[in-house]
């Protein structure tokens, strides 16, 4: 089964910005546009930020952007805000009925 | 208002069942897939089950195969897991989420705070 790999932490000061990756051995990134990311707060449910691998839903800032290369998808936050601290976890449906996460990274703002 | 509200967790011996709800409200429930999602303490998001709109088709991650039963009641807005021959392994925090509409695998749109499974004997 397909598997989505993510750095376990990111970092960066506020007004920066900072890069997730998502890799995934096989192909399924690279073929399919259905990459999304979440932002999770523990304890609160998680939030689209990204679906269709680079549209923002409705309310979500443009800071949040994000893009696919290959079997590797990104995600970037600029001008890093302290709110933005939070587990970003990426997902991708991978054929066969079956949706993926990768394993999660937490940001943290200095 | 928006929103969907998980219930049903609790504390099991393992090797017995659950079933989790999950109450959809400020929107047309019928309209849309439905995801379980789940969270095990100290990691990442795992996908559990999904199904369609109407119910036609179910679709169950190999880790739940075969013990858990997705199943939804859309003239009460409701969407249920049914947990069976629980392990130590399935207890994590279990979200309900709604699926994008009408492109299902774009992702999942709207998240409940979620439900807490522990499995201990």
């Known amino acids: 089964q397909s598997a989505l790999t993510q750095p376990p932490s990111a970092s960066g000061s506020p007004g920066q910005s900072v890069t997730i990756s998502c890799t995934e051995t096989k192909n399924d990134i690279a073929n399919y546009n259905y990459v999304s990311w979440y932002q999770h707060h523990p304890g609160k449910a998680p939030k689209l930020i990204i679906y269709e691998v680079f549209k923002r839903p409705s309310g979500v800032p443009d800071r949040f952007s994000a893009s696919k290369s290959g079997n590797t998808a990104s995600l970037t936050v600029s001008g890093l805000q302290a709110e933005d601290e939070a587990h970003y976890y990426c997902?991708?449906?991978?054929?066969?009925?079956?949706?993926?996460f990768g394993g999660g990274t937490k940001l943290t703002v200095l | 208002q928006v929103q969907l509200v998980e219930s049903g967790g609790g504390v099991v011996q393992p090797g017995t069942s659950l079933r989790l709800s999950c109450a959809a409200s400020g929107f047309t429930f019928r309209n849309y897939g439905m995801h379980w999602v789940r969270q095990a303490p100290g990691k990442g998001l795992e996908w559990v089950a999904m199904i369609w709109y109407d119910g036609s088709f179910k679709y169950y991650a190999d880790s739940v195969k075969g013990r858990f039963t997705i199943s939804r009641d859309n003239s009460k807005n409701r969407l249920y897991l049914q947990m069976n021959s629980l392990r130590a392994e399935d207890a994590a925090v279990y979200f309900c989420a709604r699926a994008l509409f009408p492109i299902v695998y774009y992702g999942m749109d709207l998240w409940g705070q979620g439900t807490t499974v522990t499995v201990s004997s």
């Open positions: 997902s991708s449906y991978v054929g066969s009925n079956t949706w993926v």
